[in-house]
Structure formats: C-alpha cells, structure tokens
C-alpha cells in the first residue's frame, strides 16, 4: 500500500502541530479545573460536617449517586447526538452546502458541550480525599470519556462523520461501562486494608538500568560464540554485573503453548498519528487446572510459582508479557509501526522486520515476508511451572523458514542449532512506515493471515 498525505510535508508538520497545541491547552484548562473545584469542596457536595479524624466516610456514596446521574444524562444526550450523525453528508469539505456545515458546526457545539459537562464531573471526582480508593480510578474512567468526546469534537470540525461517530459510540460505551461497574467502587472494606491486601508480599526491584547498560550487553555479547551454538541455559547477574549467575546465587534455579488468539494492528491517519497494538486474550489452552478447578485468567499463566522469583504470582502482580507493540521513530521524521503475535516469537519476529527495513532496505510488503528465524533456546513465557528450568523450551533449538538456503541451513546445523524447518509463518507480524517524504507504506504476512488496507 502506498497513500500520501494530501497535504504534503508542510500540511504534515502543521497538523502535529496543532494536535499538540490541542493537547496542552486542553490540559491546562483541566488543571484550571480541578484548581477551581478544590474551592468549591463544601458548597458543591454539602459535607462540611467533617469527622475529627479525617475522613469523610459519606462522600464517596453521594459522589456515586451523583456520577450514575450524571453519566445517564451524558448517555442519553451521546445517544441522541449520534443519531444526528448518521443523518449527517459523507463528502469532501469543498462540495458541503452551507447548511451541512451548519449541521457539522451545531454537532460539535454539542459535543463541546458534553466535554464541558463531564470536565466538571472530573473536577468534582478530584475533590474526593485522597484516602478515598475510588478517587483516581473514577476520575481517569471520566476522563477517558471525556477524551472521546473532544476526539469527536475535533472530527466533527473537520467534516469526517465516521470519525466522530466512532469516537461518539466508543465514550457511549465507556461511560455505560463505568455506570455498571460503578458499585464496586462502594465497597464497605477500609482503603487502607483494601490496600494492604493488594500490596505484593515481597518487594522486588527490577534492575531496567542494569539490564540495559552498555556494559551489561557487553558481558553478555561475550558469551556468544557465532561458530558453535550454546545448549545451556545460562542465565545472567546484572546486579553484581556478571555476564552469569553464579550456581546458589539468589535466583539460579518442554511445555508447548499452542499460538492463536492475538491479533494485530498497526495504523496511521493523514496527520501522521501512528499506532501500534497487539490485543491478547490468551484463552487457547487455559482450561481450569482439574486440581483447583481454578481458570488462571487473562495472561496469569504468564506468572509462575518459583519462590525468590521476580515474576511470582502475588496480590498486587502483574505479569511479564510476550506483548510488545513497537514504534520507532528517526530524526528525519521517518515512523515504523511493527505488531505481531505469536507468543515468545513476538520480540524475535518484530527483530527480523525490523531489520529487515533498516538494516538491508525492505519496505514492509519484503521485510515482513522475507524467510525468518526463531529461537527455542528459552524459558516458555506460559509454562508457570516452579522449576524453570523444566520451563525450558528446547536448548541449542531453532526454527527457521524452509526458504532459508540449505548451505545456510547446514552451516547452522554444523555450529549445533538443532534445527527444524517450516514452510509456514514464523510469527504473525504487521508493518507499518512513513517515510521522510509522508509517504505511507503497510503490509501483513499473508501466510499469517495479516494483510494491509487503506481507506480515503
């Protein structure tokens, strides 16, 4: 696919431009907002009936009742307003008759509305103390709405009806989302406890500095010996940054996952906002353990049961994920947008397209269907069982496309990659480029069901 902006380069800027200035003026008048709501405490919710110590225990129950209200009456407007939507023109802008711009000038006026309506429902959220659990998870909820709405303003001034009538059903089906969950808001365990409970047990501090230092990658480039592949699991100390864990160290302790159930997307619009996401249930195969009769959840695989372990299920965890939605950009303003799925192929998948464009040139229909590689030589991501080193998948393993060149194939197996082949995809990615020039680029391995689409 090949689109370019109609607007060329300078249209390009000029529109980031005026997205960002969008931005900040829409978030300091939200912060004007909240200054001026935190004045209005006693008048606005009638508690200044304050107990000596603190707490406010009605607040919460009559901010709720006063949400669910105000969210049915924003419901009911959203659904009106996106009735007069569907009955607004699809054209370009220079052949809309004066009275369709008219009907698209009244619209947005309406949305303006309705984001000034629930600006003021986020400044009243604000004004919840802060030992109130509710507070800051009601609040970005609205705002989330709100979000919606102004992006539906902002269609509606351009003329793009399907645009704003998206952005209009989505905040329609956030804010009903957030009235049928309200009560779990309203809950009559303390916060503090509620808290307590949540906190993981054990404190684990993750070394990200180390881990990515320069000196850390250059301990462990010095392991790889490019003329014989490795068959033991060897894993690293970036604490004391040592290129290995030492046998007793703190730490130093094949189930196969059918891969199905991602999907993928990347996607630009004429201005050059660019988005990448990998949307993931991860149901295939998890069935309820026949012990426990317990169904592990969305990705709760992904923990294990390893005392000492970073990734150990605890309250309060979240799990380390084979999820990795890319963005790349450059200093000359070019973007690359790569999703894939496949489990613990997605980081060595979007690695070969990747590559594959800056390194040797492809564009994305060559980089994303070029004959890839992938290694076994890892910890199943799904398997949670506490040995990890019964996690581990297949040492010294590799699997690459059977396009790949026999003499490269049996160079590999001569260095001891216990290799296998596949006529079929080696992962499931996407891609997504616009170049220097604006110029727009996307494809999607058609062996893994991906493709590319462009609307105008």
Sequence with gaps: ???????????????????????????????????????????????????????????????????????????????????????????????????????????????????????????????????????????????????????????????????????????????EELMHDLPKWLSDVPDKLKWDLEKPTEDYDVPMAELLSDEYTGLRRALIDMARAST????????????????????????????????????????????????????????????????????????????????????????????????VTRDDGAVIAISVAGGDMQDQTTLNALLNHLEFGMAPAQAVTAPRFHTQHLENSFDSDPDRARAFVAPAGLNVNSAVAQNVQAELIRRGHRLTTTPDAIGMPVMLTIDEAGAMHAAGDPRAGRHAGALE
Excluded at 45 to 53: H, I, M, R, T, Y
Excluded at 294 to 314: A, D, K, S, Y
């Design 1 to 175: 696919m090949l689109a370019r902006s109609e607007s060329g380069d300078a249209g390009h800027s000029a529109g980031r431009v005026r997205q960002a200035q969008s931005v900040i003026v829409r978030t300091l008048e939200r912060l004007l907002a909240d200054l001026a709501g935190a004045q209005r405490i006693e008048a606005k919710l009638g508690l200044e009936d304050e107990k000596a110590d603190g707490t406010l225990e009605e607040k919460p129950m009559k901010m709720a009742e006063k949400l669910e209200a105000a969210l049915t009456k924003f419901a009911d407007e959203q659904r009106k307003a996106i009735e007069q939507a569907n009955n607004l023109p699809i054209k370009e802008v220079h052949d809309l008759t004066a009275e369709e711009k008219e009907s698209f000038r009244a619209l947005a006026a309406v949305e303006d509305d309705l984001a000034k309506f629930l600006e003021e429902l986020v400044s009243d959220l604000s004004e919840l103390p802060e030992q109130d659990f509710s507070q800051p998870s009601l609040r970005e909820e609205v705002i989330e709405v709100m979000a919606e709405v102004e992006l539906a303003e902002d269609a509606l001034k351009l003329k793009n009806k399907l645009m704003a009538i998206a952005a209009e059903q989505v905040a329609l089906e956030l804010a």
């Design 232 to 327: 033991e699991q060897r894993p690293g100390d970036p604490l004391n940054m040592r290129a290995l864990l030492r046998a007793g160290d703190a730490g130093a302790n094949g189930v196969r996952t059918p891969i199905s159930d991602t999907t993928t997307c990347v996607a630009a619009d004429r201005w050059g906002n660019v988005v990448a996401c990998t949307p993931s249930c991860n149901l295939v195969g998890n069935q309820p353990d026949p012990r426990t009769g317990v169904t592990q959840g969305n990705r709760l695989r992904c923990l294990n049961t390893t005392p000492g372990h970073p990734n150990r299920i605890e309250p309060g965890k979240r799990p380390r994920l084979t999820l990795t939605p890319t963005l």
